[in-house]
């Protein structure tokens, strides 16, 4: 069973500041998926990384795939309020069905005014 | 992205009767597709895999003959809460695969009263 150890799982912050969300696990993922989901609406893609070592940039979003395909970060710069919601990353692994994701445990973000 | 549309939104229904939550995939065909269960503030569960023309695949440890799907055509799937309990309240999220990415459903609100 493939697991994503997602970190923080709750991250209060101020606007303006920046943060960093982590995704790591034991097993070599294919890809991996950074979504972003709002309440009450399903999770909205953000960035799929496929290439190790691979750095996706979204505007004030950075999206880092490591070297050996097991891990990823999300760093923001300079928060906004509209950034707060549910982050979550998604693994899928070798030999999956297409679309077959493993979520990590998600990190709630609150970026105060 | 690839458009995948859930219906409905929400339902409220009585315990003991049944629902049926629709997952069109508007865009793209989808050979497979996903059904999640999320708890609030929480990660999504995957459910089971739908596969066209076939039987679903069910994760460990949930019901397939409670939670019964159907994917008849490579557009359309459905996920069918059969004597639905109070317990069974949650959010329902279906998503579809196209190429190496899934695509998500709006999510459908269903509590049981």
């Known amino acids: 069973t493939q697991l994503l150890e997602q970190s923080p799982q709750f991250l209060s912050i101020q606007e303006g500041e920046n943060l960093t969300v982590y995704c790591n696990s034991s097993s070599v993922f294919s890809s991996l998926q950074w979504y972003r989901q709002e309440p009450g609406e399903g999770p909205v893609l953000l960035v799929t990384?496929?290439?190790?070592?691979e750095v996706k940039k979204l505007k004030r979003l950075t999206f880092q795939f490591g070297d050996a395909r097991k891990d990823s970060s999300l760093h923001i710069t300079a928060a906004q309020p509209g950034d707060t919601g549910l982050y979550l990353c998604?693994?899928?692994?070798?030999?999956?069905?297409?679309?077959?994701?493993?979520f990590g445990q998600g990190t709630i973000l609150t970026v105060h005014p | 992205g690839a458009v995948v549309s859930q219906h409905p939104s929400w339902v409220i229904c009585k315990s003991g009767t049944s629902v049926k939550i629709e997952c069109r995939s508007l865009d793209f065909q989808a050979t497979t597709m996903f059904w999640y269960r999320q708890f609030p503030k929480q990660s999504l569960m995957l459910m089971a895999t739908s596969n066209e023309g076939s039987k679903a695949t069910y994760e460990q440890g949930v019901e397939k003959d409670k939670f019964l799907i159907n994917h008849a055509s490579l557009t359309l799937s459905t996920l069918t809460v059969t004597s639905a309990h109070p317990e069974d309240s949650s959010f329902y999220i279906c998503s579809g695969s196209r190429v190496t990415e899934a695509f998500f459903g709006q999510g459908t609100r269903l509590t049981v009263v």
């Open positions: 998604a693994g899928a692994g070798r030999g999956t069905s297409y679309g077959k994701l493993t």
């Open positions: 990384v496929v290439t190790g070592g």
